[in-house]
């Protein structure tokens, strides 16, 4: 069954280092989401993206958030200056369609990231 | 502003008994509704999706219904068992860029 491929699975990094996180979405779909789940949480958007350009962001989604589909393939979130506040667990998504009522999201595994 | 609701927060059974689990939402412009599993430190499964023009969905042993206009949905889990044990999450899409609302969970324990 294909599947979303998220790494690293978990990173370990200081504040104000940037990190990337990277997804490998379902090859066929085209819209792509960024979730994060802070330990204890509610599972929050953040972000989705689809023909290269953000089509919806939260308010979490700031200035230091930015997302970037480099190839054919991946799907990047990247943290410029991490704040020991965004430590949660970063889950990247992929569906076919938008917007209607068949549409299912299937979600990687999920990147633990831990700011220190 | 969509919020969703999913009480109570943990639930101990033993096994063999059928549950049921709860979920509201506030706004009913939904497109469909989504029930997930989570196990421990692990991401998200898809179990049932139900949508927007539907009453309910089945897979197995668990069943999903849906009453838009109240609001709710619940997930029937029959026969438990000690592998049923996680945290189910129920989620709506709103919205014409498919953003997923998420309550934040109701984590089952199937005692043997």
């Known amino acids: 069954e294909p599947e979303v491929t998220q790494t690293p699975s978990h990173q370990v990094t200081q504040m104000g280092q940037e990190v990337i996180l990277r997804c490998v979405p379902i090859?066929?779909?085209?819209?792509f989401y960024w979730y994060r789940q802070i330990l204890g949480q509610k599972v929050e958007f953040l972000v989705s993206?689809?023909?290269?350009?953000?089509?919806?962001k939260s308010e979490i989604f700031d200035d230091q958030f930015s997302v970037e589909r480099p190839d054919g393939s991946n799907f990047t979130l990247k943290i410029r200056s991490t704040k020991l506040e965004d430590s949660a667990m970063y889950f990247c998504?992929?569906?076919?369609?938008?917007?209607?009522?068949?549409?299912?999201?299937?979600f990687g595994a999920g990147s633990r990231l831990t700011v220190l | 502003k969509q919020e969703v609701t999913q009480i109570p927060a943990a639930l101990s059974v033993p096994e063999g008994e059928n549950l049921v689990l709860n979920c509201s939402f506030t706004?009913?412009?939904?497109?469909?509704l989504q029930w997930f599993r989570q196990d421990p430190g692990k991401g998200l499964t898809s179990l049932l999706l139900?949508?927007?023009?539907?009453r309910e969905q089945t897979s197995g042993r668990l069943n999903a219904s849906l009453d838009k206009s109240s609001g709710r949905s619940t997930l029937y889990i029959a026969a438990s068992q000690p592998g049923d044990s996680a945290t189910y999450l129920c989620?709506?899409?709103?919205?014409?860029?498919?953003?997923?609302?998420f309550g934040k969970g109701i984590t089952l324990s199937v005692r043997p």
């Open positions: 998504a992929s569906s076919e369609a938008l917007g209607w009522g068949a549409n299912v999201l299937t």
């Open positions: 090859s066929n779909h085209l819209y």
């Open positions: 993206f689809y023909n290269n350009e953000i089509s919806e």
């Open positions: 706004d009913s412009a939904i497109y469909n």
């Open positions: 139900i949508q927007s023009s539907q």
């Open positions: 989620a709506v899409m709103t919205g014409a860029n498919s953003k997923l609302t």
